[in-house]
Every structure is written in structure tokens, then in C-alpha cells.
């Protein structure tokens, strides 16, 4: 716990996850620059969003995790209605219907539903005695299926799998029974066949295929992963230098100030600037580790475990689909990539893993 | 609420699956890692490789052409930069109103918007450039320039064309360019750095190889080797910068044996008749006129012509395509004589006082069939020499009805005829002997008397090439022995030709020339008439070929009314004598008289050679 006392307010914060991250995004900006081709357009605006994104995050970390479980309810009923509304309102890009328009800003809902889906788990499941029974363990599912349906049909596979898994994080740290996940398991593994056929889309399909044999079509739909491995392989050791990555700046890479940002960092500093990224990456998630297992109670353990498991969960389906053992869906780096919403998310997200970690339990009162 | 004793178990539990989710993704951190690793480490230098060709384009650049010499160092084809109107007919929607456009401000020929129609389709289907009108002046291209921002398909480009200043004279011997096939283009192509990238073109036509005559057989020399531009791209494939370039290596000049002035000359004698002149430099066995009419300007074909025009000359009863020179099939007529001569004094059956009685014609002793010669009433007591010169065919009918045709066969064949005397011409007819064998397979019957008796005066079955002519005429003229003939000057590996002779000595070589010089020089020579032609003195031999066999002058004048069926005038000549430098044939289809037709053209052509 950290706090600094003030006369009139008690500030707290977590000095390594608040260095890390502001360090983390500072790297973002100056990689951006040279992902998007040196456009100041992209890093004025980007700057705005880490900006307030540091700050929200500071802000967020501040109310006691009462406050959080108390709302966590709303927090989701509001994030679904939003959902709802882009489904009717929302603006369409690339056949995909996943934003709201605010004119100055567009806001992606399944971002927000993606960090309220697990708090309100953990909410409902922090008293629930082990192992979690069948009610409560539909109920979840339920609220974890409507979540995951609604973002799905958008349709954004990498996403709704994020909201997927955060839903079943929660519900399998909380304790639910083994012998319900094998027997899960089995029926998911039996469904497989149908599932690929109804529920994903072709091109969804076409990008899984691709993984398993990419140079089967190397100008087709493999050309985004092709592209990607030249760039990381490309960079060798320590990398062509800042802003003279071929690949990313004659356009053979895709996405490169979104998801695939971490093949320019791997073609312009090379194996050794990946190794540091990760590094980072890797301090934040043993610091949250740490944080989790020294929680004042299970709603806060829950909670930093479903958040931090999510940001992990970014970062693998990024890099794993970067560097070519992952089908290709759209996910960001989180910290790195270019993004409103979702860079927005994260910031929320460590906010109230900070709020979590930082505020101790008030018994005397 | 749980009590304490649970929190306990919830907590240790939730430790061990945080613990257990941890694992799993260090195992996928490891994986990662090991991918990155791979990529970066054990396979960087092919991803390397990889992201290099990503951004490189490379290009081929045409090679220019080598040039063509004469032997005295005039510049027969040559590579004229030209500033063509070039159109990208990917780029354009409708051709039709595209062409009306253009003639808003240059003038399009009927002839190049034909041209432009007929290749439209394939070249925008390719994305190719399509040349729309060559040679721009100075006035063209500026109002070009100031409109050219309305026309992104158009552009103004320095271009090369081939060219001759001789365009119809040396047509046949020089060839012409064209497309190549797919054969031939992808021959080209593996011997540039990038067989499968485009090409920068340095001549209007794109690609080019010889089609015909020297283009063809020195294709290989004349086409240089490609260069590279390297340029850097985008994803789009958008060409950035230029990062590095490889001039093309210019073709090698060929430096021809080929005479221009006699080829004028002959083109000025001929007048346009159908025929052909073939001149050869006796020492060296090199061909210094190939001359065959009519002709066609190679301008025309290598730098486009429209169809219409192709058809008309193609379509032609003259077959100006047609290289009589060298594919023309000839009887030799009176000219294959001092062949005959030469074979009976070789083989003893007669010697140079063997005389007999010419009664104008004939008679095969056999059937009692009658052979004509071609003036009533005969030449009278006829020996070798007189038989040459008045060309009295009673005497070679019966000095070949003595004759084994086996051994004239051979006779022949060392002589040059029936196999092809150039080294290193396009396409060369071998002409033909025709012998018991070749008769019985090929017309399925069996030689007879008559056929050996016909080969005395060069009629029958027998057909020889101008050039063919040619070389026999140097291998009389140089008593025996003659390299090769060549269109290269100062050939390094040529070799002689001889024939073996036993009994035929330089002694009779000089009678033979004597008889030959007093074909035209002796008052009853039968081409007395070129005696003023010339101030040094020529050895000739003319011949007139028979088309149609015929017994009598009278029903020749009747045939004669149809021009096709008129006799080919034929003349072989060296000189100057007595010590020949230059040989020539000369073959004038339908020309009738060889002598009086034939012989002027040839004079004509010796006056130019000897005399320049």
C-alpha cells in the first residue's frame, strides 16, 4: 500500500506500476513516430489520448474498491447499453459495426465491457463459498455469453475472445469446480466443427488457415503475416535503426502504428529492443502477480487478477499473431499501438488495479 | 459470508490457479521468444534477403544494337534516335475518341491509326506502350508539350529506330528486325540480369531481334547485352528513387563484305526486274553484292508497317519478299558449258582439237529423238573453244550423252551446286543435281540418255542459285579453288574449296579463260554486243533458260505472248581478265536473251567494282 497524505486528500498509487506504464508509454509515442512515418498528425493526437489516459488512470485510482464493487452492476448495464446503442447507431468500418460517434471522439463499447464484465464477476462471486455451484456458475456464464454474443456479431473476434477469457478468469480464480471446466472442455472440443462453420465469419476463417500455412498464398491473405516476418526477421540483432525500417516505411507492412507496431519495433531495434519490450511487459505482469496475491480480500484479488490476466492476454494474442503463431485478428499492443478506446481501457484498467493494490482495509472504522 | 477457515482455502486456492495461469503464459513467453529468435537469429539473413527484394525494383535496359559496315566503311544500318508519341493503352478508355483528341493538335495518318487500332487490344490487355506516330518534329512535340498534362496515357520519348540510308537496295542481303517469338523473346530475355522483370526499351518497337538476312544469322553479335536499373519501391509498387544503374553493352558492329556502290549499280541495271545480282571477291571467297529485285524497304518492316501495306507486298505476283539471290531456283542454261567443257577434258573424251560437225541439232542415237540448238542450220565443224563461244549446244548434247552422270554428278557437286555455298547466309536455297537415284525417288521413273544429254546445256532437271552461279563463276575464275563463300569481311576461318583434277592443267585453265573472254570479245562470240560496255576485258558465259520444252523457234513465239513463260536471261562473268578479281551472276527472270539481258547488268556491275 501506498499513500501519500495530504491535508485535505489521501493520494495513492503503486510507484512501480505508475513509472512502468508512464516509461511504457513514452516508448509508444517515440515508436509511433516512426510507425506512422514520422506523421505528427497521429502523435499530437496520440499524445492527447496518453495524456489524459495517465491522468484518468490516476484518477481512477483514487475511490476505494467499495466503490467498485458497489457499481460494478452499473458499470455493466451501462457498458451492454452502449453496446446496444452501436448496434443501432453505431458507424461502420470495413463492414464491421464496433464504434459510437461523438464527433470529437469514437468510443469502441466492447473496450469498456471488457473491464466491467470481470469486476462485476468478481463482485458477485467475492462471497460465494468453494467450489463455486451450478447457479452461480450459469449465471456467470450467462453474463459472460450475452457479453461475448454482443461483441462477437460486430463482428470482432479478437475482442470478444478477450471478454471471453476475462469472463472465465475471474470465474476459474474464483473457484469454479474442476470437474465442471472438464466436462466443459469436452463439450467445447465436441462443438468445434460447429462452431467454425456458424459462428465464425469466412475471413475469420481464411486467417486461421492462413497460420497453418502461410506461404501457401504469400500476396493474398498470408500477406499480412509474410510481411510481418520479414520485418522482425529483417531487424536481426539490433535492428535497422529508428525510423529506417524499410518494411514499415515503404508500406509493406500492415497496421503499423496498430497491431502490427511490434514488427516495427522488432525491425528497427532488432532482438534486443524486443527483449527489452518484453522485459517491461514481463516487470508490470510479476508486479501485478505480486499485487494480487497480497490483496486485502478476495474482491480485490479477483479483480487485479481478471484485469492483469486481460492485459497478458493482449500482449500474447498481439505478439503471438505478430510474429506468425497466432491467426490474425485485430488487437493492439497494449501502451504501444495507436488507439483511443482501448489504450483508454488499459489506463482504466491499472487505474483500478492501483485503487485495488493501494487501498488498505479500513477496519478500525 | 465465508469464516476464516474458508477465506484460508480460497486463498491458497486462488494462488495456485493464478499460479497455474502464470505458467502457461510463461510457456507462450518462451514460444514467443523462441519465434522472435528464429526469425531474428537462425533466419536472419534470408529474412534480410527478403525485406531487400521487397523494396528493390529491378529493371532490364535495352542494349543498343550494333551497327552494319560495308567493306569500304560506309554505314549501312544504323540507330536513329527518334522522338516517338507513345501512348499507354491500359491507361485509355475509348481508343476511337482518344485518337480524334490527339488529332486535335498532330496530324495521325489513316495509316498510323490503323496501326494503333489493330495492336490497341493486346498491348493495353499486356500494359504495354503502343508507339502512335514516329519521327516527331520539332512543331509536334512542342504542341505536345504544353497539352500534355490532359493526356496522363501520353508521353514523348527518345527512341531508336533502325535504319538504313539504302532502304530497297540491301534489303535482302541486310534483313530486317521485328518482334521476336516467344522462343526468341525468351532467349533474350535469360541473358539479361532479370529475366522476369520489365524492360526499359531503347527502341520504339520494344523488344527486336533479325528476322531476316544479316540481322538474323548475327543476331547473336549485333544484340549487346542488357543493363539493370535498380530502383526503390513501395508496397505499391510505386518506383521512389533510383539507387544504382548498369549501362547496357552496345551490340557488336558487323563489318560486312557487302559492297554498297555495286549494289547500287545493280539496282540501277536491274530497273526493277525480277532477278538477282551476286558478285564475289575470287581471293577471298567474300560476296560483295547480294542483290535481289524487286525488293521492299526495310525501313518499313523494321520499324512498322501497316497491314494493308503487308499484304500488298506480300500479295504481290513479283514476291519482293521473295530473296532470289539466294533461295531463286535457276535452270544454268548455257552457263553450266565450260562445266561440261572442263569434265570431258578431265575424263579424256575429248581434248581441245576434238571437233565435230554442228548440223543444229541432235540426234540421240538410240530413239532417234532430236535435240535443237538454238540457230538454224548449226555452227558448222565446232571444237571445244568455238563451241563455248558461238554456245553451240550440239556439241555439249553429245560430249554429255559420252558422259558417266554419276561421275557429272560429282562433277557438279564439287563445282558448288546441289549443297549450299555460304557460310553464313540466311536461309540459302542448295539448289539441285539430279541424278538416277534422286530421279527414281523423288518422280519415281528411271533416268534415261535424253536426261543426261538435257544436263549438257543446263537444262532438265538441274536448278542452281544465283549464288551458287556466283561461286562456280570464281571457281573457273580462279582456276579450281574458291574458300567459301561469306558476308564477313576478312573471315578468319574460312576454308577452300577444291576441285580434284588430274588432267585439266593450268594450260587448259587459260584456254578455258580464253574461250570465255571470246565469248564476248570474238566477233561471233554470242555476246559480242558488251564489247563497248567496258574498257577491260570480261570472261562470260550467258545462258537463256528454257521454261517450257519446245521443238521449234515458231511455237516459242507463241508462248512468248504470255510474259511468265518467257525464258529466265542468265550470264556468268569475271574479270578484269587477265587476272580476274571479281565474279558475278546474274539472273533476270523472263529476261529472254542471256546475253543481250543478262550480260549489260553484269558488265555493270564488274565497271563498278573494278573500276571505283
Redesign the interface.
Given at each position: 500500500m501506498r499513500l501519500l497524505k495530504f491535508k485535505r486528500f489521501n493520494f495513492f498509487y503503486d510507484p512501480y506500476l505508475l513509472i512502468s506504464i508512464i516509461f511504457l508509454s513514452l516508448i509508444g509515442l517515440i515508436i509511433l513516430y516512426s510507425a506512422s512515418q514520422e506523421s505528427s498528425a497521429i502523435i499530437i493526437k496520440q499524445s492527447i489520448f496518453v495524456f489524459f489516459g495517465i491522468i484518468l488512470m490516476i484518477i481512477v485510482s483514487q475511490p476505494d474498491p467499495a466503490f467498485y464493487k458497489n457499481l460494478s452492476g452499473l458499470f455493466l448495464i451501462f457498458s451492454v447499453f452502449l453496446m446496444l446503442l452501436t448496434i443501432f447507431f453505431g458507424s461502420e468500418v470495413n463492414g464491421a459495426k464496433r464504434w459510437l460517434d461523438f464527433g470529437f471522439f469514437t468510443l469502441q463499447p466492447s473496450e469498456l465491457i471488457k473491464i466491467a464484465l470481470p469486476i462485476f464477476l468478481a463482485s458477485y462471486l467475492y462471497?460465494k463459498?468453494?467450489p463455486i455451484n451450478l447457479k452461480d456458475t450459469f449465471f456467470s456464464i450467462l453474463i459472460i455469453s450475452i457479453s461475448f454474443f454482443l461483441i462477437v456479431f460486430q463482428p470482432d473476434l479478437g475482442t470478444s475472445i478477450v471478454v471471453l477469457l476475462a469472463g472465465f478468469?475471474v470465474l476459474?480464480?474464483?473457484?469454479l469446480s474442476w470437474r465442471f471446466i472438464g466436462s466443459s472442455f469436452a463439450i467445447f472440443l465436441l462443438s468445434t466443427p460447429f462452431l467454425w462453420n456458424n459462428l465464425l465469419q469466412p475471413f475469420q476463417r481464411q486467417r486461421i488457415a492462413t497460420l497453418f500455412n502461410p506461404e501457401a498464398d504469400p500476396y493474398g491473405t498470408a500477406w499480412n503475416i509474410t510481411?510481418s516476418?520479414?520485418?522482425?526477421?529483417?531487424?536481426?540483432?539490433s535492428g535497422k535503426g529508428y525510423g529506417a525500417g524499410?518494411?514499415s516505411h515503404?508500406?509493406?507492412l500492415p497496421e503499423t502504428t496498430s497491431d502490427f507496431i511490434f514488427a516495427v519495433i522488432?525491425e528497427e531495434f532488432?532482438?534486443l529492443g524486443?527483449?527489452a519490450l518484453?522485459s517491461i511487459y514481463?516487470f508490470i505482469?510479476f508486479r501485478c502477480?505480486y499485487l494480487?496475491?497480497n490483496a486485502r480480500d478476495?474482491f480485490c484479488?479477483?479483480t487485479i487478477?481478471g484485469l492483469s490476466?486481460i492485459f497478458?492476454t493482449t500482449i500474447?494474442v498481439n505478439?503471438?499473431m505478430v510474429?506468425?503463431?497466432l491467426p490474425v485478428v485485430g488487437m493492439p499492443l497494449p501502451f504501444i499501438s495507436s488507439g483511443g478506446t482501448s489504450l483508454l481501457s488499459f489506463y482504466i484498467a491499472f487505474g483500478i488495479i492501483i485503487s485495488m493494490a493501494s487501498h488498505k482495509k479500513l477496519i478500525r472504522q | 459470508m465465508i469464516d476464516l477457515q474458508e477465506r484460508f482455502i480460497e486463498r491458497r486456492s486462488f494462488i495456485y490457479r493464478l499460479f497455474l495461469i502464470y505458467f502457461l503464459f510463461g510457456t507462450f513467453l518462451l514460444l514467443i521468444l523462441y519465434q522472435i529468435f528464429q526469425l531474428q537469429i537462425s533466419n536472419y539473413s534470408e529474412y534480410e534477403i527478403a525485406a531487400l527484394e521487397n523494396k528493390t525494383h529491378e529493371m532490364n535496359i535495352q542494349p543498343i544494337r550494333g551497327l552494319i559496315y560495308d567493306r569500304n566503311g560506309e554505314v549501312l544500318v544504323k540507330n536513329v534516335p527518334t522522338f516517338n508519341l507513345i501512348s499507354i493503352p491500359n491507361k485509355v478508355n475509348d481508343p476511337n475518341s482518344f485518337i480524334d483528341d490527339i488529332r486535335n493538335f498532330i496530324d495521325i495518318t489513316l495509316e498510323e491509326e490503323a496501326i494503333f487500332y489493330e495492336k490497341f487490344k493486346s498491348k493495353a490487355r499486356y500494359n504495354r506502350e503502343l508507339v502512335i506516330k514516329r519521327n516527331l518534329n520539332e512543331q509536334q512535340i512542342a504542341s505536345f508539350e504544353v497539352r500534355k498534362h490532359n493526356y496522363p496515357s501520353l508521353f514523348v520519348e527518345k527512341r531508336y529506330s533502325r535504319y538504313t540510308d539504302y532502304p530497297s537496295i540491301l534489303s535482302h542481303a541486310l534483313g530486317y528486325i521485328g518482334a521476336p517469338s516467344d522462343a526468341e523473346l525468351s532467349k533474350i530475355l535469360s541473358e539479361a540480369l532479370h529475366p522476369r522483370q520489365e524492360t526499359i526499351f531503347s527502341y520504339g518497337n520494344g523488344f527486336i531481334s533479325g528476322k531476316t538476312g544479316i540481322e538474323k544469322t548475327f543476331d547473336n553479335e549485333l544484340r549487346g547485352k542488357f543493363g539493370e536499373k535498380v530502383y526503390e519501391v513501395d508496397a505499391r509498387g510505386r518506383l521512389l528513387k533510383e539507387i544504382s544503374i548498369k549501362n547496357p553493352e552496345e551490340g557488336k558492329s558487323i563489318f560486312t563484305s557487302l559492297d554498297l556502290g555495286s549494289h547500287i549499280a545493280a539496282n540501277k541495271a536491274l530497273n526493277g526486274r525480277m532477278g538477282a545480282v551476286v558478285a564475289i571477291e575470287i581471293e577471298t571467297g567474300e560476296i560483295v553484292t547480294l542483290f535481289s529485285s524487286p525488293s521492299f524497304s526495310i525501313n518499313d518492316l523494321s520499324n512498322g508497317i501497316s497491314r494493308d501495306k503487308f499484304n500488298t507486298l506480300i500479295n504481290s505476283p513479283q514476291k519482293p519478299f521473295f530473296n532470289r539471290a539466294l533461295k531463286g531456283r535457276y535452270p544454268p542454261a548455257s552457263t553450266i558449258k565450260p562445266a561440261i567443257g572442263i569434265f570431258g577434258l578431265e575424263n579424256k573424251l575429248i581434248d581441245w582439237n576434238f571437233s565435230i560437225e554442228d548440223p543444229g541439232f541432235f540426234t540421240l542415237p538410240e530413239d532417234g529423238r532430236i535435240y535443237r540448238g538454238w540457230k538454224k542450220g548449226g555452227h558448222g565443224k565446232v571444237n571445244l573453244n568455238k563451241a563455248i563461244v558461238v554456245s553451240s549446244n550440239t556439241y555439249f548434247f553429245s560430249l554429255a550423252y559420252r558422259s558417266d552422270i554419276n561421275k557429272l554428278g560429282d562433277h557438279f557437286s564439287q563445282l558448288g551446286f546441289g549443297s549450299k555455298v555460304c557460310i553464313d547466309c540466311f536461309d540459302e536455297d542448295p539448289g539441285l543435281i539430279p541424278t538416277p537415284e534422286w530421279k527414281r525417288n523423288k518422280l519415281n521413273s528411271g533416268w534415261s540418255l535424253g536426261d543426261t544429254v538435257n544436263l549438257g546445256v543446263g537444262q532438265g532437271y538441274m536448278v542452281a542459285t544465283p549464288i551458287q552461279l556466283a561461286y562456280y563463276s570464281g571457281m573457273i575464275a580462279n582456276k579450281g579453288f574458291i574458300n567459301k563463300l561469306s558476308l564477313i569481311q576478312n573471315q578468319e576461318d574460312s576454308f577452300s574449296e577444291l576441285i580434284a583434277l588430274d588432267n585439266f592443267k593450268e594450260l587448259d585453265w587459260n584456254k578455258l579463260h580464253r574461250a570465255m573472254t571470246d565469248v564476248i570479245d570474238s566477233p561471233a562470240g554470242t555476246s559480242r554486243r558488251l564489247q563497248d560496255l567496258k574498257s577491260f576485258k570480261v570472261a562470260a558465259k550467258s545462258g537463256t533458260a528454257e521454261l517450257v520444252s519446245l521443238d521449234s523457234k515458231e511455237d516459242y513465239l507463241l508462248i512468248r505472248e504470255n510474259e511468265e513463260q518467257r525464258d529466265h536471261a542468265i550470264m556468268i562473268a569475271f574479270g578484269p581478265m587477265p587476272s580476274p578479281k571479281y565474279a558475278v551472276s546474274v539472273v533476270i527472270e523472263n529476261g529472254e536473251s542471256g546475253g543481250a539481258v543478262a550480260g549489260p547488268v553484269a558488265i555493270e556491275v564488274l565497271k563498278e567494282l573494278i573500276e571505283q
Open positions: 462471497d463459498p468453494l478468469y476459474f480464480l474464483a473457484g510481411q516476418k520479414i520485418a522482425i526477421g529483417s531487424g536481426g540483432i524499410s518494411q515503404l508500406d509493406f522488432a532488432g532482438f524486443a527483449l518484453l514481463t505482469l502477480f494480487s496475491l478476495r484479488r479477483l487478477g490476466l497478458v500474447f505478439l503471438g510474429v506468425g503463431i | -
